[in-house]
């Protein structure tokens, strides 16, 4: 208790362990990332994102069987049922992308034929059928949004080839599917973040999968979190010119604005995602556009400038946000897009967590500290003065 009485309240729920899990470790400090047990390192140069949602939803690396009917079940249930192909329609082009991605997850419960089935071999295929379908829902949506139809999925392509497919109508290069697999490795899983948080709080009243999930997605859609891909990259077009980097940074931090894609609760260091993605981003410039080249000139003036200033003594790092949107600007992937694929690769992690939370469920219901005044007399409305 604080001097004055009053609880220490923890503001965000910093520090504050709300579980036991054995899905992920965030080493914060050393700056290491394991899903499973495994280094991101070694997933990002070796793994696939349907090998890893194997491995994250099962706990262990398939044996080449068992991915092999894994991914028979992720392309079974590509095919997106027809009222969500019309809800996603209806408000692609009038509402955020996250918007209607909420709207389409909580659509496609209408489809699922026993809600009332809460066990774990229900909800295990409920999470296949979700990672599987929020790939082309998230196409939809970016397909609608600019004014293409539904395109049907391709049952010969991988889950990131497939969602490139379905978004842009046409077959992805190589070098955009395998970048994309390595985002959606990379998205899919991290800890107690606040929209697997959010899915748990939602879960743990034993409100049903979609439900919790559709609570994940609401809590992502925010710039301190998953919309910080997309503030990120609004940033590196207003700088404009990789000259005008240092001044536009300046002002920002003179301003008390925080420079999106920087800065972790738990990383006090490189975030390893980022140096990833900022490692492939160097690799892919000769072949790049201007733009590509211009974005990634900036974003390395911006990071060198503060971790300078804000890294070694605030540990203000970059994080997975700060890199990827000029990678996802190489594969043509519309700005407004950038947060739902996080959402499509994320599902993963939600899932997982969900179903092992309710292992050893408990209701989330922390305190608040009330510094209100009580036992006020009610005076009558006439007498209000
Ligand atoms: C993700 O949790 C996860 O694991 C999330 C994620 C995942 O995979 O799920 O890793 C994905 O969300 C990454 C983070 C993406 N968000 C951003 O890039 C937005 C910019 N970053 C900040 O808003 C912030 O760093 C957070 C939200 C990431 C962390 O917030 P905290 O831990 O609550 O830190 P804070 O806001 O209390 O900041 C502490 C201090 C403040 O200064 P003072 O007010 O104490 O003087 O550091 C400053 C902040 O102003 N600060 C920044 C900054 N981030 C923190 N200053 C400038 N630029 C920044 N980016």
Same mark, same amino acid.
């Given at each position: 208790?604080?001097?004055?009485?009053?609880?220490?309240?923890?503001?965000?729920?910093?520090?504050?362990?709300?579980?036991?899990?054995?899905?992920?470790?965030?080493?914060?400090?050393?700056?290491?990332?394991?899903?499973?047990?495994?280094?991101?390192?070694?997933?990002?140069?070796?793994?696939?994102?349907?090998?890893?949602?194997?491995?994250?939803?099962?706990?262990?690396?398939?044996?080449?069987?068992?991915? =092999?009917?894994?991914?028979?079940?992720?392309?079974?249930?590509?095919?997106?049922?027809?009222?969500?192909?019309?809800?996603?329609?209806?408000?692609?082009?009038?509402?955020?992308?996250? =918007?209607?991605?909420?709207?389409?997850?909580?659509?496609?419960?209408? *489809?699922?034929?026993?809600?009332?089935?809460?066990?774990?071999?229900?909800?295990?295929?409920?999470?296949?059928?979700?990672?599987?379908?929020?790939?082309?829902?998230?196409?939809?949506?970016? /397909?609608? /949004?600019?004014?293409?139809?539904?395109?049907?999925?391709?049952?010969?392509?991988?889950?990131?080839?497939?969602?490139?497919?379905?978004?842009?109508?046409?077959?992805?290069? @190589?070098?955009?599917?395998?970048?994309?697999?390595?985002?959606?490795?990379?998205?899919?899983?991290?800890?107690?973040?606040?929209?697997?948080?959010?899915? &748990?709080?939602?879960?743990?009243?034993?409100?049903? &999968?979609?439900?919790?999930?559709?609570?994940?997605?609401?809590?992502?859609?925010?710039?301190?979190?998953?919309?910080? =891909?997309?503030?990120?990259?609004?940033?590196?077009?207003?700088?404009?010119?990789?000259?005008?980097?240092?001044?536009?940074?300046?002002?920002?931090?003179?301003?008390?604005?925080?420079?999106?894609?920087?800065?972790?609760?738990? *990383?006090? #260091?490189?975030?390893?995602?980022?140096?990833?993605?900022? @490692?492939?981003?160097?690799?892919? @410039?000769?072949?790049?556009?201007?733009?590509?080249?211009?974005?990634?000139?900036?974003?390395?003036?911006?990071?060198?400038?503060?971790?300078?200033?804000?890294?070694? #003594?605030?540990?203000?790092?970059?994080?997975?946000?700060?890199?990827?949107?000029?990678? *996802?600007?190489?594969?043509?992937?519309?700005?407004?897009?950038?947060?739902?694929?996080?959402?499509?690769? /994320?599902?993963?992690?939600?899932?997982?967590?969900?179903?092992?939370?309710? @292992?050893?469920?408990?209701?989330?219901?922390?305190?608040?500290?009330?510094?209100?005044?009580?036992?006020?007399?009610?005076?009558?409305?006439?007498?209000?003065?």
């Amino acid at each position: 208790m604080a001097e004055t009485g009053a609880p220490v309240i923890s503001h965000g729920l910093e520090g504050v362990y709300i579980a036991e899990s054995k899905i992920c470790k965030v080493d914060g400090s050393a700056g290491r990332l394991y899903y499973r047990g495994y280094s991101i390192d070694l997933l990002a140069n070796n793994s696939t994102y349907e090998e890893v949602c194997y491995l994250i939803l099962y706990g262990r690396l398939p044996k080449r069987r068992e991915l =092999d009917a894994f991914r028979k079940k992720l392309i079974e249930a590509r095919p997106l049922p027809g009222m969500v192909i019309d809800v996603i329609d209806e408000f692609a082009r009038r509402q955020d992308p996250m =918007d209607t991605l909420r709207s389409a997850v909580s659509a496609l419960s209408a *489809y699922d034929n026993d809600m009332n089935d809460s066990s774990e071999a229900a909800n295990f295929d409920r999470s296949v059928n979700l990672v599987s379908k929020l790939a082309g829902i998230v196409a939809t949506i970016g /397909r609608c /949004r600019n004014g293409g139809g539904y395109v049907e999925p391709d049952g010969t392509l991988t889950h990131a080839e497939n969602l490139l497919y379905m978004l842009n109508g046409s077959r992805p290069s @190589q070098k955009d599917a395998k970048l994309l697999d390595l985002m959606l490795i990379l998205h899919a899983e991290h800890s107690s973040n606040a929209s697997t948080f959010s899915t &748990l709080v939602a879960g743990s009243t034993l409100a049903d &999968l979609y439900s919790a999930v559709t609570s994940g997605i609401a809590a992502l859609k925010g710039p301190l979190h998953g919309g910080a =891909d997309e503030a990120a990259l609004r940033m590196m077009r207003a700088i404009g010119s990789p000259d005008n980097t240092e001044r536009y940074i300046e002002d920002a931090l003179k301003g008390k604005r925080k420079i999106m894609g920087f800065g972790h609760r738990v *990383y006090k #260091t490189y975030d390893p995602r980022a140096m990833i993605i900022k @490692q492939d981003l160097i690799a892919l @410039q000769e072949n790049e556009s201007q733009e590509v080249k211009a974005l990634t000139a900036i974003a390395l003036r911006a990071e060198k400038m503060m971790i300078d200033r804000l890294g070694k #003594t605030h540990g203000i790092w970059p994080n997975i946000d700060f890199f990827a949107g000029p990678i *996802y600007v190489s594969m043509g992937m519309p700005i407004e897009m950038f947060t739902p694929v996080f959402a499509a690769s /994320r599902i993963v992690g939600w899932c997982a967590h969900m179903m092992e939370y309710w @292992q050893n469920n408990r209701i989330f219901r922390p305190l608040e500290y009330y510094s209100g005044p009580v036992d006020l007399e009610y005076v009558p409305l006439d007498r209000r003065k």
